[in-house]
């Protein structure tokens, strides 16, 4: 009785060889020792509770690891969902350079402690739009095509420079093509 399972009634799971049942007592109860007719091979009830306490030992060790594996899954999902959030952001607002807005958007939300809500993200890249404009179009949805536009000239130029052109292409004349170069050139 040194290992404090058995004892005044403690009940048997398993049946004795002589009949009985489930609910028979053990011990001094039953009105012999230990090892009388309760003691069978195969019926070793202590054995039994050793295994189903290492398979509860080990279900518990497989669900600890369960548990990591979905906790990793967790974050590794919030890190795409305020990623695509921080992508829709700054496509919304324009962004030319998408990959140095979204490292400098990333890194305003780490800083700020944030857990990535769209609040949070669009106040980043409200705060990235103002700090550094350069990063954006000019206004949102434009492109970036009309940075440096073409110098429209008016028909008088453009004929005197058809002229002037021609002129150079028939004579061959390098004052002509200076001339036309000139005329291009705009002085």
Known sequence: MGDGVEGPG??????????????????????????????APGTDWRARAQRAEAAAAELAERLA????ELGAASASLASCERGRAVDAALLGAGAIDLE??????????????GDGAAADVGDAVASLRAGKPFLFASAPGASVAGAMGAHVRGDEASAGLEDAAAAALRTGDRAALLRYLRAKRGV
């Open 10 to 39: 403690v009940l048997d799971p398993t049946p004795p060889e002589g009949g009985g049942g489930v609910g028979e007592p053990q011990g001094d109860e039953a009105g012999g020792s230990q090892g009388g007719k309760h003691s």
């Open 65 to 68: 690891g369960v548990r990591e």
């Open 100 to 113: 140095t807005a979204r490292v400098l958007v990333e890194r305003a939300l780490d800083a700020g402690g």
